[in-house]
């Protein structure tokens, strides 16, 4: 595994994935440029965006995070 320094520029393109895709995000997320990337790169994807929370949204906002990830799950 590469680290995010060393991937190609279209690292993005380069991912395939034959399963549903939820893409969880904190608001306040150093990296939220790549939210937007990866919705556009898995149109079909579920978006959630956690309010309040940062990169380790887990830890940071656990019930939220777990609601975002039981609900994709039922769905």
């Known amino acids: 595994m590469k680290s995010i320094d060393e991937a190609d520029d279209n690292y993005l393109e380069q991912l395939t ?31 959630v965006w956690i309010d309040e929370a940062n990169h380790f949204l887990w830890l940071e906002k656990p019930e939220a995070f777990q609601e975002a990830l039981v609900g994709f799950y039922k769905d």
Do not use: N, W, Y
């Not at 898995?42 to 978006?47: I, T």
């Open 17 to 47: 994935l034959d399963a549903p895709v939820m893409i969880i995000q904190g608001r306040h997320d150093v990296f939220r440029e790549t939210h937007q990337e990866l919705i556009e790169r898995f149109p079909q994807a579920k978006s």
